[in-house]
C-alpha cells in the first residue's frame, strides 16, 4: 500500500474556526491532492500540488487554501469553518511515472 | 474542464450474476486515462481497474473488465461472479494525459445480495 497518513481521522468543530488537516506521504511521489466526499457529487478536486510551493485550485476551492513546503507535507486550511464544509475530506498522491492515484483513509470533518 | 457522468446511483445485484456500471466523460483530448475505483464501508479508495485511451484492448483484472467505446466516450465496468465482498461505492475517473488532475463521476452504489 502507498505510505499516505491523513490527520486527524475525525474532527468536530464549531462555525467560523480555522481548521487544518494534515497528509503526509512516504512516497516522493510528485503530485498530492485534496478531494472532498460529499453524497451525490462523488469526489470533487479542492485543490492540488504539482511540487514544493507549486499549488492550484480546483473546482471547489473557495474556502480553502492549501501548503506545500516539504514534499511529503501537503496541509489544507478552512479559514473559518462553515456548516457547508462539513464532509469526508481525501487526500492522494500520484507520481508522473504512474498514472493511477492513490488516497489516504479520508477525514471526516463535521462543522457544528 | 472534463466531466464523468454515472447515471445510476444505485444497482443491485445477486451473488454469482453479471453486473455492468456505466460511465460516460466529456472531453477534448485524445490521450488519457480511465479508472474505476471502488469504495467499501470501510471508506478506502480502491483501484479495481485502469485503461488507457491510446490502447484498442479493453482492460480485465480477474473478474473485473471494461467495455471502453473511445468514440462514444463511454467507459462501463463489468464485474462477473459477483461476490459479497464487490458490495460498494463505484467511481469511476478520468486523467487527462497533459494535466494532472483526476476527475470523477457521482458513483454508483452497488448492493450484492445473498
Known amino acids: 500500500d502507498a505510505g499516505i497518513t491523513q490527520s486527524p481521522r475525525h474532527k468536530v468543530t464549531e462555525t467560523g474556526t480555522p481548521v487544518t488537516l494534515r497528509c503526509h506521504q512516504t512516497e516522493n511521489h510528485r503530485y498530492m491532492y485534496w478531494y472532498r466526499q460529499d453524497p451525490g457529487h462523488g469526489l470533487r478536486l479542492i485543490h492540488y500540488s504539482y511540487g514544493v510551493k507549486d499549488t492550484d485550485k480546483g473546482e471547489v476551492s473557495d474556502g480553502y487554501s492549501v501548503s506545500r513546503s516539504k514534499t511529503e507535507d501537503f496541509l489544507l486550511t478552512l479559514e473559518s469553518a462553515t456548516s457547508s464544509q462539513t464532509s469526508v475530506y481525501f487526500c492522494?498522491?500520484?507520481?508522473?511515472?504512474?498514472?493511477?492515484?492513490?488516497f489516504g483513509q479520508g477525514t471526516r470533518l463535521t462543522v457544528v | 474542464a472534463q466531466t464523468v457522468t454515472q447515471s445510476q446511483p444505485e444497482m443491485s445485484v445477486q451473488e454469482a450474476e453479471t453486473v455492468t456500471l456505466s460511465c460516460t466523460y466529456d472531453?477534448?483530448?485524445?490521450?488519457?486515462?480511465l479508472f474505476w475505483y471502488k469504495q467499501p464501508p470501510s471508506r478506502q479508495m480502491i483501484l479495481v481497474i485502469r485503461?488507457?485511451?491510446?490502447?484498442?484492448q479493453n482492460a480485465t483484472e480477474n473478474r473485473f473488465s471494461v467495455n471502453f467505446q473511445k468514440a462514444a466516450k463511454s467507459f462501463s465496468l463489468k464485474i462477473s461472479d459477483s461476490q459479497l465482498g464487490d458490495t460498494a461505492m463505484y467511481f469511476c475517473?478520468?486523467?487527462?494525459?497533459?494535466?494532472?488532475?483526476?476527475?470523477f463521476g457521482s458513483g454508483t452504489k452497488l448492493n450484492v445480495k445473498p
Open positions: 472531453t477534448s483530448e485524445n490521450n488519457y486515462y
Open positions: 475517473a478520468f486523467r487527462g494525459r497533459n494535466f494532472n488532475k483526476f476527475y
Open positions: 485503461q488507457e485511451a491510446y490502447k484498442q
Open positions: 492522494a498522491i500520484s507520481d508522473s511515472r504512474e498514472t493511477e492515484a492513490f
